[in-house]
């Protein structure tokens, strides 16, 4: 079937891209919440000042579980627009039901993020810095640019610490102990450690219509990074491998998703979950490798596009393929080398088992072109 357009406002030029090349090769220890990195200014240039009509919503974050049916956010709650930094913190704090207009480029800062909210940006909003969700339920971040503190350089952030490297710093999106989230329509960039990870238990997460990114780094610092490429590592599900209590947790379902300029790996990087990856496009020059299964990850690709990547999915060892599952149908491989890993010792995780997306998947040519028209902040 066709998929089900987001209905957003959108008049802006997009960017065509051309020439999606290779990159080098490397392997993820992946041990602790040490990941990823930045890419500052995004393509998808965010231009409407009214709220545009999210998509629909499937995945992870539409199952009922822990005591909430669904994801919704803030509901129907009226309305409050924000212009600073600390009118955002006020209106984001608590558990009480708010819908959040954000306008301007706020930050840089740390927002923490309570309960039952939905903050959407409007006119080309930014969050700089870093957005944490610990301990957060039933909440909608949508249609806003999300720029770490990491823009080129680990040493911005306030917490960089140059005798470990970019790993001490912060992610742009840090999720701990959540569940019920909803992250549409975004703009993440530049986490001095990662762009989004998710860890300590959170569960019921979707992601879709998002673009991750890093700007060109020059700061090779640490015992943490990859060489010249640094340390832009993007999703790291799951912080260690002892953390044995995140069994049955972090289940996210990623759609729609872009994996773009300057990413090296962690697309994402997964332990103990069920993840599904459907219709998104991965497509840096500078990426070692995609999708990574770690310790009991459970991992279903389907109908996604590859586009010039090395070892588009694999295990991270020998030792996590007996523990681990990836399952695919529908991909598209274009110029692509490497490793396309399937099987294991885990245990398969079909998601048509646990809810409803067929009305919104396309193939994967298709979800390409979908992808590179919608993706981001309208």
């Given at each position: 079937?066709?998929?089900?357009?987001?209905?957003?406002?959108?008049?802006?030029?997009?960017?065509?891209?051309?020439?999606?090349?290779?990159?080098?090769?490397?392997?993820?220890?992946?041990?602790?919440?040490?990941?990823?990195?930045?890419?500052?200014?995004?393509?998808?240039?965010?231009?409407?000042?009214?709220?545009?009509?999210?998509?629909?919503?499937?995945?992870?974050?539409?199952?009922?579980?822990?005591?909430?049916?669904?994801?919704?956010?803030?509901?129907?709650?009226?309305?409050?627009?924000?212009?600073?930094?600390?009118?955002?913190?006020?209106?984001?704090?608590?558990?009480?039901?708010?819908?959040?207009?954000?306008?301007?480029?706020?930050?840089?800062?740390?927002?923490?993020?309570?309960?039952?909210?939905?903050?959407?940006?409007?006119?080309?909003?930014?969050?700089?810095?870093?957005?944490?969700?610990?301990?957060?339920?039933?909440?909608?971040?949508?249609?806003?640019?999300?720029?770490?503190?990491?823009?080129?350089?680990?040493?911005?952030?306030?917490?960089?610490?140059?005798?470990?490297?970019?790993?001490?710093?912060?992610?742009?999106?840090?999720?701990?102990?959540?569940h019920h989230l909803w992250l549409d329509h975004l703009a993440v960039s530049d986490?001095?450690?990662?762009?989004?990870?998710?860890?300590?238990?959170?569960?019921?997460?979707?992601?879709?219509?998002?673009?991750?990114?890093?700007?060109?780094?020059?700061?090779?610092?640490?015992?943490?990074?990859?060489?010249?490429?640094?340390?832009?590592?993007?999703?790291?599900?799951?912080?260690?491998?002892?953390?044995?209590?995140?069994?049955?947790?972090?289940?996210?379902?990623?759609?729609?998703?872009?994996?773009?300029?300057?990413?090296?790996?962690?697309?994402?990087?997964?332990?103990?979950?069920?993840?599904?990856?459907?219709?998104?496009?991965?497509?840096?020059?500078?990426?070692?490798?995609?999708?990574?299964?770690?310790?009991?990850?459970?991992?279903?690709?389907?109908?996604?596009?590859?586009?010039?990547?090395?070892?588009?999915?694999?295990?991270?060892?020998?030792?996590?393929?007996?523990?681990?599952?990836?399952?695919?149908?529908?991909?598209?491989?274009?110029?692509?080398?490497?490793?396309?890993?399937?099987?294991?010792?885990?245990?398969?995780?079909?998601?048509?088992?646990?809810?409803?997306?067929?009305?919104?998947?396309?193939?994967?040519?298709?979800?390409?072109?979908?992808?590179?028209a919608g993706v981001g902040p309208h």
């Amino acid at each position: 079937m066709r998929i089900l357009r987001p209905l957003y406002n959108s008049s802006k030029t997009l960017l065509t891209l051309t020439a999606l090349l290779l990159g080098a090769c490397a392997f993820d220890t992946g041990e602790g919440e040490a990941d990823a990195e930045p890419f500052g200014s995004s393509s998808e240039a965010a231009t409407s000042c009214t709220a545009p009509a999210p998509p629909a919503l499937v995945g992870w974050a539409a199952v009922s579980g822990a005591g909430v049916a669904k994801t919704t956010g803030g509901g129907s709650a009226t309305p409050v627009t924000v212009t600073t930094f600390a009118d955002l913190q006020k209106q984001a704090s608590g558990s009480a039901a708010k819908v959040i207009y954000v306008k301007g480029s706020l930050g840089p800062g740390k927002l923490s993020v309570g309960s039952n909210k939905t903050i959407v940006g409007l006119c080309g909003a930014e969050i700089k810095g870093n957005v944490k969700l610990s301990g957060a339920v039933n909440v909608v971040i949508r249609n806003i640019k999300i720029t770490g503190y990491a823009v080129g350089n680990c040493a911005l952030d306030p917490d960089f610490d140059s005798s470990v490297g970019c790993s001490s710093g912060n992610d742009a999106i840090e999720v701990h102990g959540s569940h019920h989230l909803w992250l549409d329509h975004l703009a993440v960039s530049d986490g001095t450690d990662g762009n989004l990870d998710i860890n300590n238990g959170s569960d019921y997460v979707t992601v879709s219509w998002s673009k991750f990114s890093y700007a060109p780094r020059t700061d090779n610092v640490g015992d943490d990074s990859t060489g010249a490429a640094g340390h832009r590592f993007s999703s790291l599900i799951g912080g260690s491998d002892s953390k044995t209590s995140d069994r049955s947790h972090l289940n996210v379902s990623w759609h729609h998703d872009y994996w773009a300029d300057n990413v090296v790996e962690r697309q994402a990087r997964v332990r103990f979950g069920k993840n599904h990856f459907f219709n998104n496009l991965w497509a840096s020059k500078t990426s070692n490798y995609c999708v990574r299964a770690g310790k009991e990850a459970s991992i279903h690709l389907e109908n996604d596009y590859f586009e010039g990547q090395k070892n588009p999915h694999q295990f991270n060892s020998t030792t996590d393929q007996g523990t681990a599952y990836i399952s695919t149908a529908g991909n598209t491989y274009a110029s692509t080398s490497g490793t396309q890993a399937t099987g294991g010792g885990g245990t398969k995780f079909t998601p048509a088992n646990y809810y409803s997306y067929a009305s919104v998947m396309t193939s994967a040519v298709q979800a390409r072109t979908d992808v590179l028209a919608g993706v981001g902040p309208h």
